[in-house]
């Protein structure tokens, strides 16, 4: 199994930058997709970016495209996402889910088995 974790969340300013990654314990990302989704206090779980097994296909939500990238580097076993822009509304813990191997990546949480612990980020106004 492949276990998803977490780190760089943090508290930022409105306007500012983040990025925040999602490193493999136990076996790899490679041959997964691997997707972010988010969820604030009293709200739904919201996908947030996703990207295909060889990184050549990208899926984002409609609240962040054009201010998030989401990017993979399977020599490192990681998964970054690079949020810019960042606005209060995007405070949420972000969770990190990789599918199955050979899965295919998309915007609903079923296509992944493995999920992270998630990593806290706090935008201030």
């Known amino acids: 199994q492949v276990q998803p974790v977490e780190s760089g969340g943090g508290l930022v300013q409105a306007g500012g930058s983040l990025r925040v990654s999602c490193a493999a314990s136990?076996?790899?990302?490679?041959?997964?997709?691997v997707g972010w989704f988010r969820q604030a206090p009293g709200k739904e779980r919201e996908f947030v970016a996703a990207i295909s097994r060889a990184g050549a296909n990208t899926y984002y939500g409609d609240s962040v495209k054009g201010r998030f990238t989401i990017s993979r580097d399977d020599a490192k076993n990681t998964v970054y996402l690079q949020m810019n822009s960042l606005k209060p509304e995007d405070t949420a813990v972000y969770y990190c889910?990789?599918?199955?191997?050979?899965?295919?990546?998309?915007?609903?949480?079923?296509?992944?088995?493995?999920w992270g612990q998630g990593t806290q980020v706090t935008v201030s106004s």
């Open positions: 136990g076996r790899t990302f490679a041959n997964r997709a």
């Open positions: 889910a990789a599918s199955k191997m050979f899965g295919i990546a998309g915007a609903q949480a079923s296509a992944y088995e493995y």
